[in-house]
């Protein structure tokens, strides 16, 4: 069982928890989405996951080991990697540093991170052609790929997406799906918050929904698509 | 003035090596500077009392202690590097972690409160006195006829260069390089890929520290050892890294060299009053024309 996460209570003042006892598992291989209205708490869920907030109460476990007295510079090491919400490209430094960078947990090992460019640069051969170029001047596309790309310089086993189509064009967005469902094809596995409900679900293999800070639903995708137009009224 | 002298080319030779000597101590100081506050966003305003440690440790360590001046330009180096460690680490850090978006505020209050603070601890613990050297190296480079450049300027201009293209392989190469580099252009991310930004926040003002050390160490000649020393090339530093643009350390770096260049001709030509207001007034043209900096450039999409 590869992410586990027990009655976690977590938010930024002890006063105020954003999430009131979330109980979630992300298995092996698969895609796990977390659905859920604005301010369900989503976003804090992956934050407390990888260490940024300390929850209350609760425990996550990932391949058997405790995450929660981890920080966040210790969870590539324990083989979780997390995309952020918006740009986190690092716009002055050359396509190939950002890659770099994705490996700074190999840093000294010149080896290991040449080839893990090398793979990734298979991966993404668009990425090769444009190595040298400053990361800023790619398109928006562009630059999404290349943070996805740089989550898997390490090889890490399980990926934290938070909101990987938000702000993108349509066309982008699909190229983006894309890639994700290549990820699971390479045997990761994801925990995906989206807001692009329609999307995320079409890959997904199981379900969460997030309200008010706690789980409320929960279910393979097939569930899901029927019930999807009812859950999304309700939000509104 | 005769006029004349414009074009004597002895003459606007012997100003280019005074003006480069000037620009050694401003850019060193600059790119401290400018290292501190592209990485971290403090404006430290410490940064002259750092300048002023630096002089102060030259002097104990050649003088008092009577070792050979290079130990006392490394020493200079080290112990202020330790300092601003220690600085980042007592200080800065606690309002970091206190976080809310106000600590960067914060910060820049405290670097005004640690200049206060060390200012009146020289004064206290050394007194008013100005304690120099006059001469590091004796002797003098004879070009041709007119053009006399003492070794000690030769060295001074000859140790900033190495230092500043040390700096430049460091950041641009290192491991500890690039982690600053991304910290300093998204810290959220370089977070997420296993990069501890507290320690990259801490070393980066031990190095801005160590810098503006070296630069006290290497002008003792020039600059004496005495309290307010940091005044004048804080100031300096500030207008070289406003004009190179906030947080670009090379763009610091020539803007520090162009300042003292400018400052030098300026007090040759017109007369000494004259170098402060001319770095002012280029100051106020750049931020009323280039903003962003002599040496801005667009890489970021909007």
């Given amino acids: 069982m590869a992410l586990e996460v027990k009655g976690i209570v977590a938010g930024y003042t002890k006063e105020v928890p954003i999430l009131n006892g979330v109980d979630l598992t992300a298995e092996d291989g698969l895609v796990t989405v977390i659905l859920g209205p604005n301010g369900a708490g989503k976003s804090t869920l992956l934050k ?10 609760g425990t996550v476990r990932h391949n058997g080991t405790e995450l929660v007295r981890l920080k966040p510079k210790d969870m590539l090491h324990e083989g979780i990697a997390y995309l952020i919400q918006g740009h986190s490209i690092f716009p002055r430094m050359s396509v190939e540093e950002n890659l770099e960078l994705g490996a700074w ?3 000294g090992q010149k080896p290991r991170i040449d080839e893990a460019l090398e793979r990734v640069y298979k991966d993404f051969p668009r990425l090769k052609e444009k190595r040298r170029l400053a990361a800023g001047v790619l398109s928006g596309g562009e630059q999404r790929m290349l943070e996805i790309a740089r989550l898997t310089m390490t090889r890490p086993r399980t990926l934290l997406l938070d909101e990987p189509s938000v702000g993108l064009m349509p066309r982008l967005v ?60 309700e939000w509104l | 003035m005769d006029p004349a002298l414009l074009l004597e080319p002895t ?84 309002l970091r972690r206190r976080a809310g978006r106000d600590w960067l505020l914060d910060a820049f209050v405290l670097t005004i409160g640690i200049m206060v603070v060390l ?48 700096l430049f392989i460091f950041v641009r190469y290192s491991y500890a390089g690039k982690a600053m580099r991304a910290t300093s252009q998204d810290p959220e991310a370089a977070q997420t890929l296993g990069i501890d930004i507290s320690r990259v926040y801490t070393y980066a003002f031990g190095i801005g520290a ?47 060299l162009l300042l ?33 900096g002599l040496f801005s450039r667009r890489v970021e999409r909007p």
């Fill in chain 1, 48 to 57: 407390t996951i990888y260490g940024y907030l300390r929850p209350v109460q």
């Fill in chain 2, 11 to 94: 003459i606007l030779a012997q100003i280019l090596i005074q003006g480069l000597v000037r620009g050694a101590m401003y850019a060193l100081m600059a790119s401290g500077l400018s290292l501190i506050f592209g990485i971290m966003g403090v404006k430290n305003f410490s940064h002259g009392e750092m300048f002023m440690i630096g002089v102060y440790v030259m002097f104990f360590v050649t003088v008092v202690i009577g070792a050979p001046f290079p130990l006392g330009i490394a020493a200079a180096a080290v112990v202020l590097f330790f300092v601003g460690i220690v600085i980042e680490r007592a200080l800065i850090e606690p």
């Fill in chain 1, 174 to 233: 699909d190229e983006v799906y894309e890639q994700i469902a290549h990820l699971k094809e390479e045997g990761y596995t994801l925990l995906i918050v989206d807001q692009n409900v329609k999307k995320s679900i079409q890959i997904a293999d199981y379900v969460y929904v997030l309200e008010l800070g706690r789980n409320t639903r929960q279910g393979p995708k097939a569930e899901f698509e029927q019930r999807l137009e009812s859950i999304i009224r």
């Fill in chain 1, 105 to 107: 947990i190999f840093r």
């Fill in chain 2, 119 to 166: 200012q009146n601890l020289a004064l206290i613990v050394f007194g008013s006195r100005r304690r120099g050297i006059t001469e590091l190296i004796d002797g003098h480079l004879s070009i041709g006829e007119n053009i006399v450049v003492s070794y000690e300027r030769l060295m001074i201009v000859g140790v900033a260069a190495v230092v500043g293209v040390a």
């Fill in chain 2, 210 to 256: 160590a810098l503006a050390g070296l630069a006290g160490a290497l002008l003792i000649s020039i600059f004496p050892a005495y309290p307010t020393v940091g005044f004048h090339p804080i100031i300096k530093s500030i207008a070289a890294v406003i004009l190179g643009g906030l947080g670009n350390v090379q763009g610091a770096v020539a803007a520090g």
């Fill in chain 2, 260 to 292: 003292g260049l400018i400052e030098g001709y300026t007090a040759f030509f017109m007369s000494a009053g004259w170098q402060s207001v001319m770095t002012a007034v280029l100051v106020i043209l750049i931020l009323i024309f280039k903003p962003a």
